[in-house]
């Protein structure tokens, strides 16, 4: 039980780090447009996920990386008591 919550915990870290990785590269790499889109009201079609979609990501990835934080945590404290218990 507490090995799952560790590698869950640590693979949550993992996976929000990739994920403020994959951010960073979307707005690193945005391109900025011209203006003709905007001076026709019109939106560009872009299979690309949006700069905006990439910074509220981002933001909810330290969100991810304390839960995980959070987990492996508890799962040091429950650890920690059963050896306590047993001793």
Known sequence: MSMSAIHNGSQLIQQSQAQLDRD???????????GSAQQENLKPVSAKPSVESALLSATQAPLYSAAGASVLRRSDEMLGNLLDTTA
């Open 24 to 34: 960073a590269h979307t707005i690193a790499t945005a391109q900025v447009d011209s």
